[in-house]
């Protein structure tokens, strides 16, 4: 099992649809956790963390958190062609290290 | 601040060679990682410092590996005797010391330095 999962895609939605990315993670006592966004041929820049259970809230970007589940996941609303990349779960021990660790990212195309 | 910055940018070298690499965090960022990340995949944890103390280190990075964090600020990552496996993208990031509890760990990426081993 890989510490954190995503799934691959390709994810495609109209423009102005919901896009729902999902992330599970493995270590329990993981407390921290992040979506990046990374353009082709560009590294990865954050758009969202959350650190405690429930939603979080930032412009068209939604963060929601379930630590019971082990479950992250990042809703993009009203989504633009400009949305159209890959976006990266990542996950912090936070406790005893602050060992990052990645998934592979889900690849996202928002159709015009 | 101009953010993090990366040099080379990018490195084409034969097997066999030695590579280094470097990193200049944002000022004031206490913690620094390496990561490398090849086609398709996510970054690749390597290791990471805060200050100047190398806190942790992967089990997938051979001893050919090695990483400096001199006085706490720029960092270097030297590969010896460079593989064609070790082609990949070498991405630094750092991080801004944490409030209460250590919990908050936003990292903010170089642009990276692309290997090429032929």
């Known amino acids: 099992q890989k510490e954190v999962e995503q799934n691959s895609g390709p994810l495609s939605v109209p423009e102005g649809a919901i896009a729902s990315l999902n992330c599970t993670y493995s270590d329990r006592v993981s407390q921290s956790f992040f979506w990046y966004r990374q353009y082709s041929g560009k590294s990865p820049e954050l758009i969202m963390s959350?650190?405690?259970?429930g939603d979080k809230e930032d412009g068209r970007f939604t963060a929601q958190l379930n630590k019971a589940s082990q479950y992250v996941s990042l809703l993009i609303r009203d989504s633009q062609p400009s949305d159209s990349a890959t976006y990266l779960c990542a996950v912090t021990r936070g406790t005893g290290g602050f060992k990052t660790i990645f998934g592979a990212g889900t690849r996202l195309f928002v159709k015009a | 601040d101009t953010g993090v910055s990366q040099n080379p940018r990018h490195k084409i070298t034969k097997r066999g060679q030695n590579v280094t690499f470097r990193c200049d965090p944002i000022?004031?960022?206490?913690?620094l990682y390496w990561y490398r990340q090849t086609l398709g995949q996510g970054p690749e944890f390597l290791t990471y410092f805060q200050n100047e103390a190398q806190l942790e280190k992967s089990r997938l990075l051979s001893d050919r590996f090695s990483a400096e964090r001199p006085k706490g600020s720029f960092s270097t990552l030297e590969i010896q005797r460079t593989e064609q496996g070790d082609s990949a993208m070498y991405l630094c990031?750092?991080?801004?010391?944490?409030?209460?509890?250590?919990?908050?760990?936003?990292?903010?990426f170089g642009p990276g330095t692309r290997l090429t081993v032929l």
């Open positions: 990031a750092s991080s801004p010391r944490g409030t209460s509890g250590g919990s908050y760990n936003e990292q903010f």
């Open positions: 000022s004031e960022h206490n913690r």
């Open positions: 959350i650190y405690s259970n």
